[in-house]
Structure formats: structure tokens, C-alpha cells
């Protein structure tokens, strides 16, 4: 029992001393008058105070020591006590301390400004999460829209490359046609001509055969020219033949 009043006793001494730091008019040592005081702060500023002047299970505690079980660094504990102790300054300033009334009133006037301050904290996040979410969802529709336009630009290409391999195949095809109407046509025309060829080529043969029938003949008369039979009359009517 010593060792709570004690701890209790040191805790009032580190409030005191807090408010004194900060000009406050009446000294404050009634340990309910700390609880309602402390209870018109806000959650995370009640842990704090109690926290640094030792209010609770364990003593006082170093900016460090509270920083690390409240998750901040040791100079934002700093400003989150200044800011509490600003506030109960005010209020023992202001108001009487004593008055049970004035103070539960206070508090209740903060409980109800604090859960005002809730509401439109929530609110706000709502609306932000609402603000998000259009965005993320318009985004979402302008992206789908270009992955549309990127998928009909490329089916656009992939079909022209389609139509220009199609009319290319298509004048292949045209030419290809021409080319066997023309062969077709040559071969109807050498169709048409091909009797006449044989004929042309019998012709011809029956004219080798003559030109060779006259080469044999003028062979012939050579030869014979060369070798006369013997007698001058033979001789001499060459001989006159060929002064004719």
C-alpha cells in the first residue's frame, strides 16, 4: 500500500511540476482532479501524459522508453505531452478545477468535440476512400479503354497485312491465269500449225533428197569428165563440146 501512495505521490509531483512549467495559476495535488483532467485529453495524449509522470502499473518513463511502447519517435512524444499540458493549462486557467460540475462538464464538452472530431475524421476517410476509389475505377476505364484501342489497332494491322497478302495472292493468281491463257492459246495455235510443220518438214526431206541426187549427178559427170573413153573422135568432139 506504501508503494502505490508513494508512486502515486511521485506522479502528482511530476504533474505538478509538469503545469508548473507552464504557468499554471493553482497548484493542482487531488489525485481525482489529475484523473478528470487528464480525462478530457485526447486517447493517445491520456497514454502519454500517463505514461511520462508515471500514472498506471509502472513509474515514469523517458521520452525514449515511451516512444517505444506508443510506436513514434521520442520527439513526437514530446509534442503530443506539450500539447496535452497546453490543454489542461487552459482549463485550470479558466475554469475552477474544483467545481465538479464545470469540470464533468468540460469533459463531457471535449468527449462530445473529440467524438465530433471522430465523426468527421471517419467521414473524411470515407470520402477520401470514395475519392480513391472513382479514381482507381476511372483509371481502370481509361486503361481498359487503351488496351481496346491497342487491341483493335493491332487487329486493324494484322488485317491489312491479311488484305495485302490476299491481293498479292490475288494478282499472283491473275498473272498466273494470263500466263496459262497465253500458253494455252500457243499451244491452240500450235495445234493449228503442227500439220503444216509435218508437211514443211516432208518438203524439206524430199528436197535434200533432190539436192543430194544432184550432187551425186554432177559427181558423176565430174568423174566421167575426168576419165573420157580412149579415140580422137571421142577427144575431139569434147574438145568441141567444150569450145561450145
Do not use: Y
Not at 510506436?71 to 499540458?85: C, L, M, N, T
Request: charged share 35%; proline share 4%; hydrophobic share 40%.
Amino acid at each position: 500500500m506504501d508503494g502505490q501512495d508513494d508512486a502515486m505521490k511521485s506522479a502528482m509531483e511530476l504533474f505538478a511540476a509538469r503545469l508548473a512549467k507552464r504557468d499554471v495559476e493553482r497548484p493542482i495535488t487531488d489525485h481525482r482532479t489529475v484523473e478528470r483532467l487528464i480525462a478530457m485529453l485526447e486517447p493517445h495524449e491520456q497514454q502519454v501524459v500517463r505514461l511520462r509522470i508515471g500514472l498506471g502499473p509502472s513509474p515514469a518513463l523517458t521520452l525514449a522508453a515511451t516512444a517505444k511502447i506508443v510506436g513514434v519517435s521520442p520527439s513526437r512524444i514530446g509534442q503530443i505531452e506539450d500539447k496535452a499540458f497546453r490543454r489542461i493549462r487552459w482549463v485550470c486557467n479558466n475554469i475552477d478545477i474544483h467545481d465538479r460540475s464545470a469540470l464533468d462538464a468540460l469533459i463531457a464538452r471535449r468527449r462530445d468535440e473529440a467524438a465530433e472530431a471522430e465523426r468527421i475524421r471517419k467521414r473524411d476517410a470515407l470520402q477520401k476512400a470514395l475519392d480513391q476509389e472513382r479514381k482507381r475505377k476511372a483509371k481502370q476505364d481509361r486503361d481498359e479503354v487503351r488496351r481496346a484501342k491497342a487491341r483493335d489497332s493491332a487487329w486493324n494491322r494484322k488485317l491489312r497485312v491479311a488484305q495485302a497478302e490476299l491481293d498479292r495472292m490475288r494478282s499472283d493468281a491473275q498473272f498466273f491465269a494470263e500466263q496459262i491463257a497465253q500458253i494455252e492459246q500457243r499451244a491452240n495455235w500450235l495445234r493449228a500449225i503442227l500439220p503444216r510443220d509435218r508437211q514443211l518438214a516432208a518438203l524439206r526431206e524430199q528436197a535434200n533428197e533432190i539436192r543430194d541426187a544432184i550432187a551425186s549427178a554432177e559427181a558423176s559427170i565430174s568423174n566421167m569428165l575426168a576419165s573420157p573413153p580412149d579415140g580422137p573422135q571421142l577427144g575431139k568432139e569434147a574438145s568441141t563440146n567444150d569450145g561450145h
